[in-house]
């Protein structure tokens, strides 16, 4: 599974963005999706997914504000990104999960994109 993020970028505080992410190669595999960033000196952290049942789940920092969307037949995963505040300037990453069931066990697979860097001035 390769991912390629797009949308990212400068925005003023207040402002929006939408990021894209698109996923090429054995999508039929792939379980859930999701957007995590990562900002200067702390670790990386879930923003939105959606999972293999189509339940979307938020980060409490960016509920209300964020929407993540999931286009099965484009393989896409967009998130919406309203009211930005410099607190959500980040390095954002697309993930994408795969399961695979075996008899002996149940493994999943992580693929991340290279990520699109968001920046919002104040």
């Known amino acids: 599974v390769q991912l390629v993020e797009s949308g990212g970028g400068l925005v003023q505080a207040g402002g929006s963005l939408r990021l894209s992410c698109a996923a090429s190669?054995?999508?039929?595999?792939?379980?859930?999706m999701g957007w995590y960033r990562q900002a200067p000196g702390k670790e990386r952290e879930l923003v939105a997914s959606?999972?293999?049942?189509?339940?979307s789940n938020y980060a409490d920092s960016v509920k209300g504000r964020f929407t993540v969307s999931r286009d099965y037949a484009e393989n896409t995963l967009d998130l919406q990104m309203n009211r930005l505040t410099p607190e959500n300037t980040a390095f954002y990453c697309?993930?994408?999960?795969?399961?695979?069931?075996?008899?002996?066990?149940?493994?999943?697979?992580?693929?991340w994109g290279r990520g699109t860097q968001v920046t919002v001035s104040s």
């Open positions: 959606v999972g293999s049942g189509g339940v």
């Open positions: 697309c993930n994408a999960v795969v399961t695979v069931v075996t008899i002996e066990r149940k493994t999943e697979l992580n693929y």
């Open positions: 190669g054995r999508v039929t595999d792939i379980s859930a």
